[in-house]
């Protein structure tokens, strides 16, 4: 881009980043959908507000056979609201991008199974992990922003912020679930994390300003499976999740 088509192109695209948080969008959904802005004008080497729509349709169809289309759903949405909440146009266009229905059923883990897959964790913090997620029909992240405060011993139940939607829940807590985080939390004893991350000595995952690393959690699965022989993937979804009940 030339100078003033990129003082255009930095201008609008600032809109569009100060646009996403006041619609109250999670870090993901910016990262992603300022993402597809950046990549559409990388393409074009030129802001895209002046694009037409055989443009577009060109750039998606390519876009198509170099990525998947989760990539290019995002990045469909994310033109969308760049057009409708940044430029204030029309923008019909984006029905041409229709990514084909997939259905497909998520791998569900057996009582057993979890119990294998609690039995192979080495260290404690991934056995209270692996419980705890599969206990209370949690999702990955869900159960590593857990805190101190969530847990409502006395009612047996837990108060889950800004779930999936930016949505708040509660779930029930299993008795074996709640003997386990006490026993994780006298270990490290951290004022707010229950899943601190643990590196370096006590007093250091004490004083952790973070919760445990997620990669570093979805490898540990991985190989937690692998150990019990499980060729499935970790679901982490509420869906492929027994009932707590049963747990």
């Not at 959908?33 to 390519?62: K, T």
């Not at 404690?124 to 805190?147: D, I, K, N, P, W």
Request: hydrophobic share 35%; proline share 6%.
């Amino acid at each position: 881009m030339n100078k003033s088509e990129q003082k255009r192109f930095d201008e609008l695209y600032h809109k569009h980043l100060r646009a996403l948080k006041l619609q109250g969008m999670s870090d993901k959904t910016i990262d992603a959908y300022s993402r597809a802005v950046r990549r559409i004008s990388a393409w074009f080497d030129c802001c895209p507000d002046r694009l037409e729509p055989e443009q577009l349709a060109g750039y998606f169809s390519e876009l198509v056979e170099s990525h998947s289309w989760s990539t290019v759903k995002l990045d469909r949405c994310g033109l969308q609201f760049f057009y409708k909440h940044v430029l204030e146009r029309d923008w019909q266009w984006v029905k041409m991008i229709r990514a084909p229905k997939i259905r497909s059923l998520p791998d569900i883990l057996s009582v057993a199974e979890i119990e294998r897959l609690i039995g192979a964790a080495r260290k404690l913090r991934y056995r209270v992990f692996v419980l705890t997620t599969y206990s209370m029909g949690l999702r990955l992240g869900e159960t590593l922003a857990l805190q101190v405060g969530d847990i409502d011993a006395g009612r047996k139940q837990v108060h889950i912020r800004r779930g999936k939607g930016h949505k708040d829940r509660l779930v029930p807590l299993p008795d074996l679930t709640c003997r386990a985080l006490r026993a994780l939390w006298s270990r490290h004893q951290h004022p707010h994390l229950l899943f601190p991350k643990a590196n370096g000595s006590m007093e250091t995952v004490r004083q952790a300003p973070s919760p445990m690393d997620r990669g570093g959690v979805q490898t540990a699965m991985k190989k937690m499976l692998a150990d019990c022989g499980i060729k499935k993937k970790p679901p982490f979804t509420p869906c492929a999740i027994p009932s707590p009940r049963t747990c």
